[in-house]
């Protein structure tokens, strides 16, 4: 257990629709990454937060956007969404430590668009 | 691309085996990690390695680092069936601490 979590677990959404994916912080960390990890393939970097500012960010449309709250938990925002946005959604927390960084995965919300 | 790419893609051996997975990458990195997934689900952190580093070790497990041939190799000796997993190496290059995952070795350990 990495004591982040995330919610929901699995969601089904139709082409077009919007989805919100939620993510809850290791306790002290002060930073949130996500990540989509298409089946068969690793993890792609959608974008991080740190103290509530974006601060670096993969190669996604705008229509990925995200959110960080004073208590460090995270939200993503996918609007419009596609059929190629079906993947599993993953968080990562972590605190800046000087090039030896270690990133805590949650479980992950299963996204499937029909 | 600035990917870091897993070689084997697909392993299996018997459980006692040692297997070794191994990484390559394309740019300068601050540091690369080694993660085991399950099935679909999070990702745990097995180790990292700094780039001034060259090896580590932690329990069953090996890495090493060589940043002339910007490669990495994973060892994890004496193999279980629990090790059964996809194993991902993931380079940190960038300045805002941002991970490049490879697409995986899939390590079956047969009992």
């Known amino acids: 257990e990495t004591g982040v979590t995330q919610s929901p677990t699995h969601l089904i959404k139709t082409r077009g629709q919007q989805v919100t994916l939620r993510c809850s912080s290791q306790s002290g960390h002060n930073t949130v990454s996500w990540y989509q990890q298409a089946l068969g393939q690793g993890p792609q970097f959608i974008f991080q937060y740190y103290r509530e500012e974006e601060n670096g960010r993969g190669n996604f449309p705008p229509r990925f956007s995200g959110l960080q709250f004073p208590n460090y938990s995270s939200e993503l925002n996918v609007n419009a969404l596609e059929l190629d946005d079906s993947a599993l959604y993953l968080c990562a927390s972590s605190v800046p430590q000087g090039g030896k960084d270690t990133q805590y995965f949650g479980p992950g919300t299963r996204l499937t668009v029909l | ?111």
Not at chain 2, 4 to 10: I, L, R, V
Not at chain 2, 51 to 71: A, C, I
């Open chain 2, 1 to 111: 691309s600035q990917q870091g790419e897993e070689d084997p893609q697909a392993l299996s051996i018997q459980e006692g085996e040692n297997a070794t997975m191994n990484c390559s990458y394309k740019t300068s990195i601050n540091n690369l990690q080694w993660y085991r997934q399950n099935s679909g689900r999070g990702l745990v952190h097995l180790i990292l390695i700094r780039s001034n580093e060259r090896e580590k070790h932690s329990g069953r497990l090996r890495v090493t680092l060589d940043t002339s041939k910007k490669s990495s190799s994973l060892l994890i000796t004496a193999s279980r069936a629990a090790d059964t997993a996809s194993y991902f190496c993931a380079t940190d290059f960038s300045s805002a601490r941002q991970l490049t995952f490879g697409s995986g070795t899939q390590l079956t350990v047969l009992p």
